[in-house]
């Protein structure tokens, strides 16, 4: 199909409100009588709260009002279950623990609130939550993933006997036969660690409750404002038509912002309520390292079955991952993994043992990639080592195992975080493996330049690594579009905006349809005022679901315009085009109707309108896929280590994605440029070290290392498209997709670059540091 | 964190924990103690301003002494809470006669720290511990010294406490002693 304006590099019409500093954001938000929170969160990260004192912060001036669990009475209630285990998986254990919104009894993380402020200001706000005398009783604090599990361990929860969070076995075809038919059976251990999301943006709310409306308001930077309204509504009782929630421009989500609800996300409009006053609260840095989700800790025992030629005969795989105090995210991360750990190939024999633990660490939820990239490295470290051992080229082990174009779409057998069949939906691997080997220059490389350099005694390394990505998922999204008598177009949609560009992409769709200029297009997203049926930005799902319900909104109001104007014009409906915001009689240009004067007739102030029509030019349409669509994509660079600093120098990197139907290939290089530059803080700056009492040892961005433009390379990006069979605009998520495969690649290239050591990589995040202990440990084995 | 070192005192085994169990001779040679005092048998309260780079706070607490082996070893117990966050610690410390009227102090133990002092006063605390602890054992070298004197004279001892501007400066040059001894700086310098 041909587009006019769909795969068209639009620039972003977000932008000059974004850089002139006019587009509104929580912390923006200012509202007569406000007032300002703050709040007295546990040092501890596993205590009994004995006793608290809010006298002496009470007394200063200023304060309005001092909270603790006690207070909340029967409002006081854990949060609810985001996402419970898939239904059809049998045999699972689930151990439902949610977060609460103030702490009662016994604290579980660090960073858990005790009690809040409410003060005319934050400085007072602050300076209160400081004179709060807080009795505790420090317990031992549950940190490691195998410990918690032995008998005898402290406990989290002390009303479970166990640390268990979840436990359950998925399993495909026979492990234990193909292990027999093997050649080379390999295992290995995997230690994968924490990171933080880290947006630009820390988390905010105003909560605004009306007292003669009886109605709240409240501005969130969240990704999931529809759920967010329905929760609170739920929360507080009140009727949804009752609460408005807002995400505004956010300024960066990556996950942690769909959490519904955080302590805070609760506490502030029941506070609000109460006083009948605004409230706001905006996350400080230092909070938002223990407050808000994180993600990635898993260690996994893997096992891989090979023939001798590199053919993968079956891959088992035991691993545990830690959510934290709290799992309100039900099982998502750990089912994304193991629904990755196969990557792109065609395995035939799995099996999949997962082991789900609370720790005393802060609570663990999907981060940009939300459990891909364990399972792609896992996948991609296992062939590298694979071929090292069978002494086959390991691009070359890759290409034999990937599945064939004609395979698709491929059944895996296993339940994914949607609790559909994983079902890949379409691709085509190798062309797009071939065209970055291509690009990077790979045979050249390793023939030519990789020799020479070394002779000069650099440290210089090649890693490409494949991957998947399963995207789009359901359950539905929503968007209405309709004609303004001005002949403009607004439209709106449930999932709200974190930098995705969804007013510019979605705007290209509906431009396409009704023939208008894509600035003629006005869209709201994140707004239940305007659009108030969806679940969030999640899964990198907004360009798949928000846009197809766009696009068949839009289609749906095409409908309309065609049939208005074919009755006004007197000419069948296929004789008309719609171009500059006009319908036009095909072969009598003078022949037209604007889309504005259709709106109007459209919507009459008098004589009927028809029996079974509706008024206006507008539509609301949904969208959900059965299934996901799978994207597929490939990194490679080559990169220099500094043999006395281990610091390096990314000399190249490439990426070839294949996200199907590209919307804006503007805006895909972006989300690309982003999760790279994401992918390469996991990989080599990013961890956040928690002692053994689950203190974390660097809440501050002078100690948790964020790339900066230093360290960014410059990315060649490749587009390839098989479009997605099973939604219309045949597109493909790509929003997590730069994140994924790099760690995978750093663990390759850096491998590749000090062959002289023999290295082999098992765990990420990797850092300087870590990369010159590794190298001693090599020397004083040896 | 393992805490640990050692320190040679002038003085007799029992001259030296005579001296460890003076609270004015310890408030005085902890920079920042603004108080200590015995509650209870073996048991003290204090109150000391910490600060770690950032970080900067009053801490109040218990010290507790126990497993007492006179002259020779005693167990310390810390637990201390602030703004800045809060910190644990057991420790042993062992007095041995070197033989020629000075006595070796060795001390283990483990600290826990948690809050903003663990959150982001981390990389520093290293070497701002063994900065309290180096600079205390300069003064309590000097205040051995009078405490002898003194009860030679007959006379009360007059004890010098440490400066915030000392201690100011023992932490930069520990700071800076701490990055030029690291091994990939003495490899770079050796090239």
Redesign the interface.
């Known amino acids: 199909m041909t587009y006019k304006v769909i795969g068209k590099r639009v620039k972003r019409v977000e932008d000059p409100r974004l850089l002139t500093g006019q587009a509104l954001f929580v912390g923006d938000v200012s509202l007569p009588g406000m007032l300002y929170a703050a709040f007295f969160r546990s040092d501890y990260a596993h205590a009994k709260v004995i006793s608290i004192d809010i006298s002496q912060a009470l007394e200063i001036p200023g304060v309005v009002g001092v909270y603790t669990a006690e207070d909340m009475g029967d409002d006081w209630e854990p949060g609810p279950p985001l996402v419970s285990p898939p239904p059809t998986l049998e045999n699972v254990v689930f151990n439902s623990r949610r977060q609460v919104p103030l702490v009662k009894g016994k604290v579980k993380h660090a960073g858990e609130i005790i009690a809040v402020v409410i003060a005319e200001s934050r400085y007072i706000a602050e300076d209160a939550a400081e004179e709060i005398l807080v009795e505790f009783e420090p317990l031992p604090a549950v940190v490691d993933l195998e410990k918690c599990l032995e008998p005898g361990s402290v406990l989290v929860h002390d009303d479970l006997d166990t640390n268990l969070a979840a436990h359950l076995i998925q399993n495909k075809g026979d492990y234990e036969g193909a292990r027999k038919e093997a050649d080379l059976v390999i295992s290995r251990r995997f230690h994968l660690d924490r990171g933080a999301a880290a947006a630009l943006e820390n988390r905010g709310i105003v909560a605004d409750w009306d007292e003669k409306n009886q109605h709240l308001t409240v501005w969130d930077a969240t990704q999931s404002p529809i759920p967010i309204r329905n929760g609170l509504a739920a929360r507080l009782g009140l009727r949804t038509h009752q609460v408005r929630v807002v995400a505004p421009f956010v300024g960066g989500g990556f996950g942690p912002k769909i959490m519904m609800f955080y302590a805070e996300e609760m506490v502030l409009p029941w506070i609000s309520m109460k006083l009948g006053k605004p409230i706001k609260w905006i996350e400080d840095r230092r909070e938002n390292f223990y407050a808000t989700t994180q993600e990635r800790e898993q260690i996994h025992d893997v096992e891989m079955a090979l023939s001798k030629e590199g053919h993968i005969l079956g891959i088992k795989q035991k691993f545990i991952h830690d959510t934290g105090a709290f799992n309100p995210y039900g099982l998502t991360t750990p089912l994304n993994t193991q629904s990755h750990s196969m990557g792109g190939y065609d395995v035939q024999n799995y099996y999949s043992d997962l082991t789900v633990v609370f720790t005393n660490k802060t609570i663990v939820t999907p981060v940009r990639g939300a459990g891909r990239p364990q399972g792609i490295y896992i996948v991609e470290r296992m062939l590298d080592i694979a071929a090292r051992e069978l002494e086959l080229d390991p691009m070359e082990v890759r290409r034999l195992n990937f599945i064939p174009p004609d395979a698709f779409p491929y059944d895996h057998e296993i339940i994914d975080q949607a609790f559909a069949t994983l079902i890949f939906d379409s691709g085509n691997y190798e062309p797009a493996f071939d065209k970055a080997l291509e690009m990077l220059g790979y045979e050249d490389f390793i023939k030519n330049e990789q020799p020479r350099l070394r002779a000069e005694g650099k440290y210089v390394g090649i890693g490409i690594v494949p991957f998947v990505e399963t995207t789009g998922v359901g359950p539905y999204e929503g968007a209405r579009v309709s004609v303004e008598p001005s002949g403009k177009i607004s439209a709106a949609t449930g999932v709200g905006t974190q930098g995705q560009s969804h007013m510019t992409a979605f705007a290209q769709v509906i431009a396409e349809q009704l023939g208008v200029e894509v600035s003629d297009v006005s869209m709201v997203t994140g707004d239940t005022a305007e659009f108030h049926w969806g679940t969030g930005t999640f899964a990198s799902r907004g360009a798949v679901v928000a846009g197809n319900a766009v696009n068949a909104a839009a289609g749906d109001v095409r409908l309309k315009v065609l049939k208005l104007a074919s009755k006004i014009l007197e000419t069948p409906e296929e004789e008309l085009v719609l171009e500059d915001g006009m319908v036009r009689v095909a072969d009598k240009p003078d022949q037209s109707i604007s889309l504005g004067e259709l709106a109007l007739l459209a919507n009459p102030l008098r004589g009927a309108v028809e029996p079974g029509t509706e008024p206006g030019l507008e539509s609301t349409k949904y969208f959900g896929p059965a299934f996901g669509a799978t994207a597929f994509g490939v990194h490679g660079m080559i990169l220099e280590v500094d043999p006395e600093t281990m610091m390096i120098n990314i000399r190249k990197y490439i990426t070839v994605e294949d996200c199907g139907t590209m919307i804006n290939p503007l805006v895909v290089e972006g989300q690309i440029h982003g999760g790279v530059s994401m992918g390469i803080g996991n990989a080599y700056y990013e961890k956040l070290h928690y002692d053994e009492n689950a203190q974390l040892l660097n809440a501050s961005l002078a100690d948790y290392l964020i790339p900066g433009s230093t360290e960014m390379p410059h990315i060649e990006v490749h587009h390839a498209n098989t479009p997605a069979p099973n939604n219309e605009l045949g597109t493909k998520g790509v929003g997590e997709a730069g994140a994924i495969p790099v760690p995978a690649v750093f663990a390759q290239a850096l491998e590749n670059a000090l062959h002289d050591y023999d290295l082999e990589i098992l765990e990420t995040p990797l850092s300087p540091n870590r990369l010159y202990e590794l190298l001693q440990e090599k020397e004083d084995n040896s | 964190?393992k805490v640990e070192g050692e320190h040679i005192f002038k003085g007799t085994q029992k001259q030296v924990w005579d001296l460890f169990r003076d609270t004015e001779v310890m408030a005085t040679a902890l920079p920042g103690t603004e108080k200590m005092e015995a509650v209870g048998e073996n048991v003290y309260e204090a109150v000391m301003n910490v600060r770690v780079g950032p970080v900067a706070g009053k801490f109040s607490g218990n010290l507790v002494i126990s497993n007492e082996n006179f002259p020779e070893t005693y167990t310390m117990t810390v637990d201390g809470?602030g703004?800045p966050?809060?910190l644990?610690g057991v420790g042993d410390v062992i007095l041995s006669d070197q033989g020629d009227g000075s006595t070796l102090m060795k001390y283990t133990g483990e600290v826990?720290?948690?809050?903003?002092l663990?959150?982001?006063g981390?990389?520093l605390i290293d070497t701002v511990s063994k900065s309290i602890i180096n600079q205390a054992f300069d003064i309590l070298d000097q205040n051995l010294v009078e405490r002898t004197a003194a009860e030679a004279e007959g006379r009360e001892a007059e004890y010098q406490g440490a400066s915030e501007k000392d201690y100011a400066a023992t932490v930069a040059k520990d700071l800076v002693g701490g990055v030029l001894s690291a091994p990939?700086v003495k490899?770079?310098k050796g090239k």
Request: glycine share 22%; aromatic share 10%.
């Open positions: 964190m809470r703004k966050g809060f644990k826990q720290i948690g809050g903003k663990a959150g982001v981390q990389r990939w490899k770079l």
